[in-house]
């Protein structure tokens, strides 16, 4: 078994939001969709592992999947049924509960340009050394 390095404490550099699912709303054809909230956040290390093409059916449609992992202090509860973003989101992303307990600041900032945030899915979470001290994510980047 392979011993865990601690990351250095600068390589945390990027600001992580954990979110989980609340709720689901239905469209009109009963398709639903998750509505995610958040449950903390983390200083993170984001690094690529691989990449792939996959070909999803006979029609040739390909995905591209790019997998990272992600260093950070332990999050306790954290698993696969959370996602995490990584930068801004704008208005449309917001719950009318979120929307309705923003501030002007936090208003002007979401109004304001910028990129789109990248989202996460986790495929699996680790504490390497089982002292709770820190959690290894290995996520696939997708959309919200």
């Known amino acids: 078994m392979a011993t865990f390095v601690q990351p250095p404490i600068g390589s945390l550099r990027h600001v992580l939001v954990i979110e989980s699912i609340t ?6 054809n009963n398709e639903s ?28 449609t390909r995905a591209n999947l790019s ?29 009318a509960e979120q929307f309705a307990a923003l501030s002007s600041a936090d208003y002007a900032a979401l109004a304001a340009e910028g990129e789109a ?16 001290r820190w959690t290894v994510v290995e996520v696939v980047q997708g959309s919200g």
């Open 23 to 28: 709720s689901q709303t239905f469209d009109a």
């Open 67 to 95: 997998h990272f992992t992600i260093k950070m202090r332990y999050f306790p509860g954290l698993g696969v049924n959370h996602r995490i973003r990584f930068g801004n989101f704008n208005l449309d992303d917001l719950s």
């Open 117 to 132: 945030p990248q989202y996460y899915r986790i495929k699996s979470v680790t504490d390497p050394d089982y002292r709770g």
């Open 33 to 60: 969709t998750p509505v995610y909230s958040t449950v903390g956040n983390r200083r993170a290390s984001i690094d690529a592992t691989n990449s792939e093409t996959l070909s999803l059916n006979q029609a040739a």
